[in-house]
DNA sequence: CGGTATCCGCGTGGATACTG
DNA sequence: CAGTATCCACGCGGATACCG
């Protein structure tokens, strides 16, 4: 990987800049990350393994369709995998793969920022929406 | 680096993760992270700030109304500033507020996650689409 | 230069019904 | 239980035209 040292005046050190604008399938991945319903399996996945129907009952109100639709995504590119128990009635499971877990790293840290600074998101916004209300 | 076996035992009920399908506010910023330009958007601000132009020529084919309407949302939420020099023509220049640059931390490392594990997505993908290409 | 306004195709995702 | 199939509303985002 090519490393752009960056003069940063800042307090921050030399960081590394991954240039992702030319990598298409950077672009692929974070589309993935960024659909409405992955963030969220990956998650409740990186606890523990876990059924259909209790991933769907912790995962809020998602509907069976984008359940499915969702863990046939992230089993595709090797981040789930999927373990089908041929019962009477089928007993199906998911779990992260070791690629899985590994993204729950990079994931939880994005998560954390997020829960760090959602006040400050919050007051922003707020003083953003007042400085732009002149008029309705 | 290799991923560091984290071994949950079912019966552990204590979460790894902050919960988020609480937080609507974290599904809000996922939301924005994940849409199409933002990510690229302030890896871009992240090197300097720049002018409207020039932020649209780094960012590849960003078109003039999805580049302003990414950066009110980041303006909104505190992400970015925006500075207003009233010359003639104008000159708008864009870039990182303190905020903006703590994202940029997580941020990087979901980028190099992706970079680090592209090929290997690239594989499952190939692997599955095979196993799968039962008729088509 | 740095936008806003308008039109519109297309994909995402919800609701519902049905199957193995 | 764990899906698939179908229909459809909505909003993202591209193209284009115009403005301060």
């Not at 981040?79 to 990079?106: A, D, F, H, M, Q």
């Not at 707020?126 to 732009?132: E, L, P």
Request: aromatic share 4%; charged share 25%; hydrophobic share 35%.
């Amino acid at each position: 990987m090519e490393v752009t040292t960056l003069e940063h005046s800042m307090d921050e050190p030399t960081r590394l800049m991954p240039t992702l604008e030319d990598c298409s399938i950077t672009r692929q991945i974070l589309d993935r990350v960024g659909d409405k319903w992955s963030v969220l399996i990956i998650v409740n996945l990186g606890a523990e393994a876990l059924r259909f129907k209790e991933l769907q009952r912790r995962s809020g109100g998602i509907s069976q369709r984008m359940l499915t639709q969702t863990l046939r995504h992230l089993e595709r590119d090797g981040i789930v995998w999927r373990k089908v128990t041929p019962t009477v009635p089928l007993t199906v499971e998911y779990g992260l793969t070791s690629l899985g877990e590994s993204l729950l790293n990079p994931l939880t840290s994005l998560v954390e920022w997020v829960n760090r600074n959602n006040t400050e998101i919050a007051k922003a916004r707020i003083g953003y929406d007042r400085q732009h209300e002149t008029q309705e």
